[in-house]
């Protein structure tokens, strides 16, 4: 196994709801570590970049919208296969199709508060750790 980062936001939803110690119990049970987190509230134009990628697509004014209503905790996570493995604890994105013991089953209210965004591949993880964190806050 290669040990890989990935990067995950813990969701306006679930920072309204005092979960981020329950979600991050979940990750460091799966074998993960948190090796860099801060609590941030994101602007419109941060969201509107990390976004980008859905900029022609009809959810994305609203995915703004959502992820700027409130705080939220932005991470790099570390570990074995940590894409793939992150991507597993955290669930389909439609928590009705999420398995048993996943943070969405368990967290999410619906489709769109779905508790966390974690990275599909490891470019794209490189690339959303680098447009929160610089190499110095990152304590591996």
Same mark, same amino acid.
């Given at each position: ?10 969701? =306006?939803?679930?920072? &309204? ?12 049970? /799966?074998?993960? &570590? ?21 900029? *022609?697509? =009809? ?5 703004? /919208?959502?992820?700027?209503?409130? =705080? ?5 996570? *570390? ?8 991507? /597993? ?5 439609? =928590? ?12 999410? *209210? ?12 490891? *470019?794209?993880?490189?690339? #959303?750790?680098?447009?929160?964190? /610089?190499? #110095?806050?990152?304590?591996?």
């Amino acid at each position: 196994m290669t040990t890989q980062r990935t990067f995950s936001i813990i969701k =306006p939803d679930a920072t &309204r709801r005092n979960l981020t110690g329950a979600i991050n119990a979940k990750i460091e049970t /799966s074998g993960l &570590r948190i090796i860099a987190q801060k609590r941030i509230q994101m602007t419109k134009a941060q969201a509107q970049e990390f976004y980008a990628v859905h900029a *022609e697509r =009809p959810f994305y004014n609203d995915l703004v /919208s959502f992820m700027t209503s409130g =705080p939220v905790v932005v991470q790099v996570l *570390e570990g074995d296969d940590a894409v793939a493995a992150y991507r /597993s604890v955290m669930g389909a994105t439609n =928590p009705a199709e999420a398995e048993a013991g996943t943070i969405r089953k368990e967290f999410a *209210e619906n489709i769109e508060a779905n508790s966390v965004h974690g990275s599909d591949s490891d *470019e794209n993880a490189a690339i #959303e750790i680098a447009h929160f964190f /610089s190499a #110095e806050e990152i304590i591996g």
